[in-house]
């Protein structure tokens, strides 16, 4: 699937949509209109498989929250494929690793720890659920944010950074914007990893796309804009709220297969906002109503 996927990709069929001046205007318009009377800062990239891309609100920071479970994954793979060390690879589970108070279905289904997971079941946790304690196991694996971090931008990805755990975040609300990036970035990532060969054994990318299409969380951000048929991957991040009523993030990252073939990397980020839960996710799934729109046209 894999190859598959970067072949199609290579062929290059999209028309160039976003490259002409008054589709992007048209576009910026109506993200405007969309957001004018939304108490809440939004961030949107959609970058096509010709390279050619759309930004609206890219020149702020972006609290990434478990946005940031794909940059670990990328890392985790890169590190199994570097060792020559499989997916199934076992990483001890003690009962110090699964914190409290915080999302976590993997405590859920061994409470007590002890016990022994494959790379590839604590990925499934960490990412297709978003489980806390699964990503922070996994980056002791790695060796901690900043060796996350420091792959990334090996890979050519600036405007972004990783400095915190999800411990971290959860014992100090405030050290959730220190793991931020752009929206540009995070779809750059996106397109690195579907375009390019980044692992020599190409199992780690396959297991990786087949994790982030069974994705659980977030069936009401990039999924409800989407038309019927179409192949989504993605990644999903947000936070609690603060004692004013403000949430810091509620995110969503993927790459999208349409039903002509096309491809399509997407990440829109909302911050700072006082709007419901529900609305926050309906303003990520018309933010890729508007994409579609523009690019169909």
Known sequence: MKRLLCLIMGIGLWSGAFCAADCRQVLT???????ADRRAEVGVAAVLDDGSAFTYGNDRRYPMLSVFKFHLALAVLHRLDSLRQPLTLPLDVSA??????????????????????????????????SDNNACDRLLRYVGGPRAVDAYVRRLGIESFAIRRTEDD??????C??????????????????????????????????????ATVTGADKLRAGL???????????????????????????????????RWLFLAVFVTR????????AALIADV?????????N
Request: with cysteine; net charge neutral; aromatic share 8%.
């Open 96 to 129: 110090a690793d699964l914190r409290p108070h915080t999302w976590s279905p993997l405590r859920e289904r061994y409470p007590g720890g002890g016990v022994r997971l494959s790379v590839a079941e604590l990925l499934r946790y960490s990412v297709a659920q």
């Open 288 to 296: 890729v109503r508007l994409v579609m729109k523009a690019i169909d």
């Open 176 to 213: 959730c914007v220190d793991n931020w990036t752009t929206p540009l970035a995070a779809a750059r990532l996106l397109e690195r990893f579907c375009r390019d060969t980044l692992f020599a054994d190409p199992a780690y990318a396959d297991f990786l796309c087949e994790v982030m299409c």
């Open 227 to 261: 038309p019927a048929g179409v192949r989504l991957g993605h990644k999903t991040g947000s936070s609690d709220r603060d004692t004013r009523g403000m949430k810091l993030a509620d995110n969503d990252i993927g790459f999208v297969r349409l039903p002509d073939g």
């Open 273 to 280: 906002s006082y709007e419901s839960d529900a609305t926050n």
């Open 29 to 35: 318009d109506s993200l405007r209109a969309l957001l």
């Open 169 to 174: 975040m959860h014992r100090r609300p405030a």
